[in-house]
């Protein structure tokens, strides 16, 4: 069973930057689609971004489309999500998790229900 584990949550005021990981183990990752989710207290889980591990094509929600930015790194195995111009908005537990890609485009199947696998996920507060 593969493991995912997130970190470099934090408190951080408006406009300023976070870089999170997702470090994978356990995982043959050129399979997987890799996505970043958050949720809010009292609100659902919604999609952040997300990328196909194997070819590097990503996907964005629109309320973060031009400030954050997904990427990898295929020799680590990991996943960073820069988060630049962070409102208070953006405040939330943030989730990484695989989904074992079905060749479907990302915008099709990025939804937190196609994913299997979770990490404990990691806070980011954005206050003044």
């Known amino acids: 069973q593969g493991q995912l584990v997130e970190s470099g949550g934090g408190l951080v005021q408006p406009g300023g930057s976070l870089r999170l990981s997702c470090a994978a183990s356990g995982f043959n990752l050129a399979y997987y689609v890799i996505g970043w989710f958050r949720q809010a207290p009292g609100k659902e889980r919604e999609g952040v971004s997300c990328?196909?591990?194997?070819?590097?094509?990503?996907y964005y929600a629109d309320s973060v489309k031009g400030r954050f930015t997904i990427s990898r790194d295929t020799a680590e195995n990991m996943v960073y999500l820069q988060m630049n111009s962070l409102k208070p908005e953006d405040t939330a537990v943030y989730y990484c998790?695989?989904?074992?890609?079905?060749?479907?485009?990302?915008?099709?199947?990025?939804?937190?229900?196609?994913?299997?696998?979770w990490g404990q996920g990691t806070q980011v507060t954005v206050s003044s």
């Open positions: 990328i196909n591990f194997s070819d590097g094509s990503t």
């Open positions: 998790a695989a989904d074992l890609w079905d060749g479907l485009g990302l915008a099709a199947t990025f939804r937190p229900s196609a994913f299997d696998s």
